[in-house]
């Protein structure tokens, strides 16, 4: 499903290297992306591919804690039962943006993101300018490997909300991550924090742009003895 275009496999020892090391100088973990609704409060811990349970449920990356990674199947299994009754909840209100998102949520959660792109989708079809769902889905769409669908729906939040700061920081990473877009980059930081100049972690954005365009004369291709340094 992912995008062999898009995927970090194909990335040179160079660029996965550059990426490892300017993420961790700014205390951003590679992956991590933030939720839509999410608060920026600077403590907040954006969910992230790896992680070993759904937010909310206490889970923390594989390898720590001594907890052992759910599997894909018990993810999913855990996200339909707590789903289950809001489902049923549909029956009866079809068209209800916020159980919709609801549900959604519950998946994307679970990192069950067909899932939790399905129901965004209907909750989108009733309200459309959900900014926080499109979000949230457009972050989905990146973990599914499909970063031009991604960033199609962060430019759509971003042409309802200019000053979506989750949507801001997310297609940065997402255009660095997947696409290796760093110019991409570097703008949506720079938006981010001329749009909102307290936004909480104005320093670590600071920091993967000054990085980011010191690494901007990197060609591709451009290989390397280092191995790539992967943040958890």
């Not at 996965?16 to 700014?26: E, G, P, R, T």
């Not at 206490?58 to 894909?72: A, D, E, I, L, R």
């Not at 949230?136 to 199609?152: L, P, R, S």
């Not at 291709?221 to 992967?230: E, F, L, P, Q, W």
């Amino acid at each position: 499903m992912a995008d062999k275009n898009s995927s970090t496999s194909n990335w040179t020892g160079t660029q996965a290297y550059v990426l490892a090391v300017i993420c961790l100088l700014a205390g951003v973990a590679i992956g991590y992306l933030v939720r839509g609704s999410a608060s920026n409060d600077a403590s907040a811990a954006p969910p992230t591919q790896t992680a070993s349970a759904p937010a909310g449920m206490g889970g923390m990356p594989p390898g720590m804690g001594g907890v052992q990674q759910p599997s894909p199947e018990q993810m999913k299994q855990m996200a339909d039962t707590q789903a289950a009754p809001l489902i049923a909840e549909l029956k009866n209100r079809p068209d209800d943006a916020d159980l919709l998102s609801k549900i959604g949520n519950m998946y994307y959660d679970a990192q069950v993101y067909p899932d939790a792109v399905k129901y965004y989708e209907g909750s989108l079809k009733v309200n459309p300018k959900a900014t926080d769902v499109r979000t949230d889905m457009a972050t989905a769409y990146h973990y599914m490997g499909q970063a031009d669908k991604a960033i199609e729906e962060y430019d759509k939040v971003l042409r309802i909300d200019p000053k979506h700061a989750n949507a801001l920081f997310n297609e940065g990473m997402v255009k660095w991550q997947d696409k290796m877009d760093m110019k991409g980059a570097i703008a949506a930081w720079k938006q981010l924090l001329e749009t909102n100049p307290d936004y909480p972690k104005r320093d670590q954005v600071q920091e993967l742009i000054s990085k980011a365009e010191e690494h901007l004369t990197m060609k591709p291709g451009t290989r390397t003895d280092k191995s790539a340094v992967i943040a958890r």
